[in-house]
C-alpha cells in the first residue's frame, strides 16, 4: 500500500533511468503527473547520475517522449564533473574513462586531456561501455607507478537499470576494477547521493530544500541525497527498489508504485444535499 503525500510541494525534481522512463518508454503515470505538476506553475527539475548523455540529450529525449523540457531543467554528471573540475583543478591534467559526452564537454571546457601516465592529473572513472585493459593500464601506471594522479568518479552507481529487469554495468564497477589493482581510493564522487548534485538542481530555484521533493527508485542515492539535505523524498517501485528494502534508514521516505501517487490525492467531490 502506498504512502502518499498529503500536499503539494513547491519544486519537485526527478530522478530519470526507472522514475521518469525505462529505456525508451515513459512509465506510467509520468506524463500526467508532470503536466500537472507544471498546470501548476510549479517548476520541475530533472536529475540523472548517467554521464552517458549530456543534459541537452536528455531534454531531447523527454521531449521526444513527449514531456517537452528545455535543457535548463535537467542536471547529470556530466554537469557536476565540470563544475567541480573548474572549481578545485582547473589546469589539470585529465584521463576520463569516459563516452563521448563527457570528454567533448572536459575537451570544450578547455581541458587538457592526456593518455600518458606521466602526465596525468586526475583519473575519471565513469560509465563507460568501450571499457578496455588498456584504460585499465594507463590508469594503473599514472596511480600506482608514477604515483601523481588522483582517481575520482562521475558517479556510484552498480548498474544503470534496463528493461525486463536488465542492467548495465556502471561507474561503480569501473572504479572497483581501477581500486582494486592500485589499492588507491577513489576520493571523490560526483554523482547522487553527493550533495554537489542537489545544489546542482536547485540552483536557481528559490525553494527551500525542505518545501521541494525528490522521488527517485534508487534509495541509496536519489533518497539517501534527499534525506542527508533535509528534502522531503518519494521511492517510486518501477526501478532499482522493491517495498521490502526501504529500511529503519529511509523513515519518512513516501513509498508510492507510480509516479501519480506521488500527488496529493484529490478533494472528495461536494455531493448535492
Ligand atoms: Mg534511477
Redesign the pocket.
Known sequence: MAIRPTRWYDAYVF?????VYLGEALLPGAKATIEAIRARGLPVRFLS?NPTRTPQMYADKLTRLGLPTPVEDVTNTITTTLWWLKTYHPTATLFPIAEAPLVDALRQAGFTLSDDPSQIDIVIASYDRQFAYRDLQIAFDALWFHRRAILIQTNPDRYC?FPGGRGQPDAAAITAAIEACTQVRCEVSLGKPSPLMLQAVMAGLDVAPADALMT???LW??LRMALDAGMPGAVVFT??SQPGDVTAQYDGVFQVDSLDQILPEPASPCHPV
Open positions: 530522478d530519470l533511468d526507472g522514475t547520475n537499470p527517485g527508485d534508487r542515492t536519489d526501478g532499482d
